[in-house]
């Protein structure tokens, strides 16, 4: 399963394994039933937090859990930093300029700020009105997507 964490007994038996023992990260995963990359991820985490083997006698659970993984707090809205849309809308007017190239543009100045699919579902929301419906119609070879409210269409081949 993606993304559940390791127990603490895991843990401390790959780091165990690998310092004290001398395994493979592969012999480690093999021993341990977890996959190699989950085994370089941890030693890598281990090796970020500046932790060795034997763990410090007032170390607890709780502590490595926060050296090993320190919670990440969602970031609000307002400091993603989003453009405004209808600068967006004007510059994707332009010739050449498409939406991956303003996302570019956007993820320099905010390293922090939303990925490109969400970015791109930000933008396509914005224009939406609440029960707006797109209407297909099928033509021989092509298919042509108006939107009811009356947007020009967009072609599809």
């Known amino acids: 399963m993606a993304n559940r964490r390791l127990s603490m007994r895991k843990i401390k038996e790959v780091l165990r394994l690998h310092q004290e023992i001398g395994f493979s990260e592969r012999q480690i995963a093999k021993s341990c039933d977890i996959s190699r990359s989950t085994v370089k991820e941890y030693l890598h985490r281990v090796q970020r937090a500046g932790l060795s083997w034997p763990l410090p006698v007032d170390l607890d659970d709780a502590q490595l859990e926060n050296l090993l993984s320190p919670s990440t707090e969602p970031i609000a809205p307002e400091k993603r930093g989003m453009p405004p849309m209808d600068y967006l809308y004007q ?67």
Not at 99 to 120: D, T
Not at 141 to 154: N, Y
């Open 91 to 157: 510059e994707l007017e332009k010739k050449g300029v498409t939406l991956q190239l303003l996302w570019c543009e956007y993820k320099q100045a905010n390293p922090e700020g939303y990925q490109y699919s969400q970015f791109c579902k930000l933008y396509q929301n914005w224009g939406k009105i609440p029960g707006d419906v797109d209407e297909f119609y099928h033509f021989s070879f092509d298919s042509v997507r108006r939107k009811a409210s009356g947007a020009r269409g967009i072609f599809l081949a």
